[in-house]
């Protein structure tokens, strides 16, 4: 775990260094799955990052929590809470309809794997106790991510093979929030 890392909700001062942590993670996510050359997806993928963190900030009431992790006062990870995206809901007819998903996990690529993520996550799961949700889905299509979900949330609600084209699954994790609560941060 990283020393002098905190977890804050965002601020209109935040802004450009979460937009950093998007671009970056986001097309270092695509092309570690090799889909660098997809310009079009990655640049669909960041602004529609970029429109959900401005929306929490802009009108903090909204379904959309969004937090972010601070080293020396720069965003380095991001993650969020709101309605389930459309994956979620076309894959698991309609279980999800009143379960939130958890989101926007990106972390720069250098400070990946040394429980940034996880303190997102831990983070996270606090604020939606205090909120009295007990529940979050979450999922991927990334193959990267996927190893890692499974070794920390375990075996998918759902696994969908050939979703994203021959052998590329999309993977669905149903969360109870109590598991994550004050969980020790381990390397991501």
């Not at 002098?4 to 993670?25: G, H, K």
Request: one cysteine or more.
């Amino acid at each position: 775990m990283i020393n002098n890392l905190y977890i804050v909700r965002p601020t209109q001062d935040d802004v450009i260094s979460a937009y950093q942590v998007f671009e970056t993670a986001i097309a270092d996510a695509f092309g570690k799955e090799g889909l660098g050359s997809e310009q079009e997806f990655i640049n669909s993928e960041t602004m529609q990052k970029k429109c959900l963190l401005n929306a929490a900030i802009v009108q903090p009431n909204l379904d959309i929590d969004f937090l972010v992790a601070k080293l020396d006062g720069i965003v380095v990870g991001t993650i969020s809470f709101g309605s389930c995206g459309e994956h979620i809901r076309k894959c698991t007819e309609k279980r999800c309809h009143s379960v939130g998903e958890l989101g926007s996990l990106y972390i720069l690529p250098r400070y990946q794997g040394q429980g940034v993520g996880s303190a997102l996550i831990a983070a996270m799961a606090e604020n939606l106790s205090k909120q009295g949700i007990d529940q979050f889905c979450l999922d991927s299509g990334y193959r990267r991510a996927q190893e890692k979900w499974l070794r920390k949330f375990g075996v998918p609600y759902k696994a969908i093979k050939d979703y994203w084209g021959p052998g590329s699954e999309h993977m669905i994790w149903f969360c109870n929030v109590t598991d994550f609560i004050n969980a020790v941060p381990a390397a991501d």
